[in-house]
């Protein structure tokens, strides 16, 4: 049974840093896509970052530069360091799995349940 579990959630001021973590079990990170989605309140799910079984990290353009994802193979865990996060930063993020890359897609196999980001002034 696979499970996707994501900690390190919470409460940052602007300008601040969180780092989440996706703990999986039930396939190895290093043999899928992985992938982190976020939902703010009231707009749908977007895409955030993915890194592909080769280690290639990709972010969306509201992410780039201040988003760093990885992979710790050992660990069978992604992780997610923000950085400068701002207001509209402010989500549920949801970490996901897939077998191929495909660069944006939203159809992902596995999910977590998500950890709630808030980005306060």
């Known amino acids: 049974q696979v499970s996707l579990v994501e900690t390190g959630g919470g409460s940052v001021q602007l300008g601040g840093s969180l780092t989440l973590a996706c703990e999986v079990s039930g396939l190895g990170v290093n043999n899928y896509v992985m992938a982190w989605f976020r939902r703010a309140p009231g707009k749908e799910r977007e895409y955030v970052s993915a890194i592909s079984t080769g280690g290639f990290a990709y972010y969306s353009d509201a992410v780039k530069g201040r988003f760093s994802i990885d992979r710790d193979d050992a660990k069978n865990m992604v992780t997610l360091q923000m950085n400068s996060l701002q207001l509209e930063d402010t989500a549920v993020y949801y970490c996901?799995?897939?077998?191929?890359?495909?660069?944006?897609?939203?159809?992902?196999?596995?999910w977590g349940q998500g950890t709630q980001v808030t980005v306060s002034a």
């Open positions: 996901a799995a897939r077998r191929l890359f495909v660069e944006r897609t939203p159809d992902y196999d596995y």
